[in-house]
């Protein structure tokens, strides 16, 4: 909110509504970021399950190979 007013600086109803309107443009940037922030959660939980479940295929993959193998 770069040359924006201050609670200080609010002298009559034109200045508050200027700093309301102000907070309020500040508001909506940051709850835009944060739903950009939110679409690349989603992507990376969605990944990680997916290399998780990758994980488990070849865990179980071994435990097969593993069990036939003898060891002495």
Known sequence: MNNSLTSEQ????TQF???LRQGLAEMDRLFALM?????????????SKANLL??????????????????D
């Open 17 to 19: 509504r200027e700093f």
């Open 54 to 71: 990758e994980i488990d295929v070849i865990q179980e993959r071994n435990s097969k190979i593993t069990a036939t193998l003898k060891f």
């Open 35 to 47: 739903a950009e922030d939110q679409k690349e959660i989603d992507l990376l939980a969605a990944s």
């Open 10 to 13: 609010i002298t009559n109803a």
